[in-house]
């Protein structure tokens, strides 16, 4: 008996069947008698189950949580234990989709970035329209805000179409550090090398295979297709671009994410000072002075440091 409904109906089982007063029993089984006159009082909130509705229909890929963290910005003051009575009592948990073959082993974690700009994911995903047509779908996205800064649709993407769109965020929002990407045709082509050797920042190449590697980008692509691509009828690439658009401004400035602290990677994004040594989206801008003198080379004091104080 690990349960209070458990210890009412063994003292139920004693009173009734054996005679005993409701006080022996408790004391026979180790109950406690607050247990057997306790009344349960749930508060039935329809106004609340209505918009809890509303949300998990608008938002049928969203849990439990990340509804919550909705319901308390519209100000309903509720506890995550009773909204997910309320979820389950409305059946309203998000069917899992099967998923592929996990890998096996020990992997070692990827370092975070520490300031936006200090390194950017690339990746690429396909979808098609009604009518059958394939068209690809270029990511970009900021490792350490987990802000989606691009989602560029066409029916092909080549190397040059990369150069030039990352020539635009480059000019729009600051040149990043690091740039993490596949090994796919498009990234390994001659005009990617030559707009790295022109804007003079890092391009790393994930190992073939491994895509675990570019976990961030990954993760991201995943929440794209789970929310959006398999939930959504595309008749057009113009239909399709306006989507994307729609669903990124939603995704940076709407949809808290868990990693963050259920912020939005807008706010964030915002958290970041120039007091920390990188002002925001601004390249140009560099860490301040040590405050120690650099140690210097060659011929060292042969005082040790506690004869010299």
């Not at 045709?185 to 707009?195: H, R």
């Not at 491994?210 to 690439?237: C, G, H, V």
Request: proline residues 5%; hydrophobic residues 35%; aromatic residues 8%.
């Amino acid at each position: 008996m690990v349960t209070p409904a458990a210890e009412r109906e063994a003292v139920a089982h004693l009173v009734k069947g054996h005679g005993m007063s409701e006080r022996r029993a408790c004391r026979v089984i180790g109950c406690c008698r607050m247990t057997m006159r306790y009344e349960v009082v749930r508060r039935d909130d329809p106004a609340l189950r209505e918009r809890l509705k509303e949300l998990a229909k608008a938002r049928r890929r969203f849990g439990y949580r990340r509804l919550h963290v909705f319901l308390r910005r519209e100000g309903h003051q509720i506890n995550h234990k009773r909204l997910f009575r309320l979820y389950r009592e409305e059946k309203l948990s998000v069917r899992k989709r099967g998923g592929g073959q996990r890998a096996m082993g020990a992997r070692a974690p990827m370092v975070l970035p520490l300031t936006p700009n200090q390194r950017w994911s690339l990746d690429f995903v396909s979808d098609q329209l009604t009518d059958g047509r394939r068209f690809r779908i270029m990511t970009v996205f900021d490792d350490c805000t987990r802000e989606c800064l691009a989602l560029i649709a066409d029916t092909s993407l080549s190397g040059a179409r990369v150069a030039r769109e990352l020539a635009a965020l480059f000019d729009a929002l600051g040149k990043p550090q690091t740039v993490v990407s596949d090994n796919g045709t498009e990234f390994t082509s001659n005009a990617v090398p030559k707009f790295v050797d022109d804007r003079k920042f890092d391009w790393h190449y994930i190992a073939s295979g491994k895509p675990t590697q570019n976990a961030f980008i990954e993760s991201f692509n995943s929440r794209l297709r789970d929310e959006l691509l398999n939930e959504t009828l595309f008749p057009s690439l113009h239909h399709a671009r306006v989507t994307l658009t729609a669903w990124r401004t939603n995704y940076n400035t709407e949809r808290p994410h868990s990693r963050l602290a259920w912020q939005t990677p807008a706010a964030f994004d915002q958290t970041f000072t120039p007091q920390r040594g990188l002002t925001l989206r601004n390249p140009q801008s560099s860490a301040p002075a040590p405050v120690t003198q650099p140690a210097q080379t060659g011929k060292t004091e042969s005082r040790s440091l506690a004869r010299a104080g």
